[in-house]
């Protein structure tokens, strides 16, 4: 899938959340298609720099994620792990769509993939933050110089407050690393070499 395809496909599903929020927060129940929406709402909306590769909020008054920054912290990823689970678990007990409809094929969709996750959940460590392919120390300058919103003012007071939280960014960054060092998953020295140098090269 291009990057294209994927933005769309996130921005449509982030959408289709927020239209459902309202049901959300109030604790309603909800049908297949409001939980397909709840999985996207917890999970996607949780993740700010997700939205700003998706095109959403566009540094708007509404624009809750681009002054942030996801949260790479071993506490996190245990947490979506959890709310996966718990999700996948909340779509099960909803009554499924007629077979042979739009609607089916959505949810079954939805389904797999929460049943993926739940069967990677012991392996939400196993992937290296930092690589020279395609690692943190790339995603996080793509965003800053290629996706986010600087057209208005509020996008501009949200990058200079994106600038501010990077501390706390590499912060959560290094107990990623840390726990995977304790687990003894870390990318190949090779990589490591050409990923310092790169960094020695934003400086």
Do not use: N
């Not at 993740?47 to 994620?65: Q, R």
């Not at 942030?68 to 506490?75: C, E, F, G, N, W």
Request: charged residues 25%; positive net charge.
């Amino acid at each position: 899938m291009t990057r294209t395809r994927r933005s769309r496909s996130i921005a449509a599903a982030a959408l289709a959340a927020v239209a459902a929020c309202v049901a959300v927060l109030a604790g309603l129940a909800l049908s297949s298609r409001g939980m397909q929406a709840r999985v996207a709402y917890e999970i996607y909306l949780d993740d700010p720099e997700m939205m700003t590769l998706a095109g959403i909020g566009g540094g708007a008054f509404w624009d809750v994620w681009s002054p942030r920054l996801t949260d790479a912290s071993p506490a996190r990823t245990r947490a979506l792990v959890r709310r996966k689970a718990r999700l996948l678990r909340q779509l099960e007990a909803c009554e499924a769509p007629p077979d042979g409809t739009p609607e089916r094929l959505s949810h079954d969709i939805v389904a797999s993939y929460l049943e993926g996750e739940a069967r990677l959940a012991p392996f939400a460590f196993h992937g290296y933050l930092v690589d020279s392919y395609e690692g943190e120390q790339k995603t996080l300058i793509r965003l800053l110089t290629e996706h986010h919103p600087l057209a208005t003012v509020g996008g501009a007071e949200a990058y200079v407050a994106r600038l501010r939280r990077f501390p706390a960014k590499v912060d959560s960054l290094l107990l990623g690393l840390e726990e995977r060092s304790r687990l003894g998953i870390a990318a190949p020295a090779w990589s490591l070499a050409r990923v310092a140098a790169e960094l020695r090269s934003f400086l």
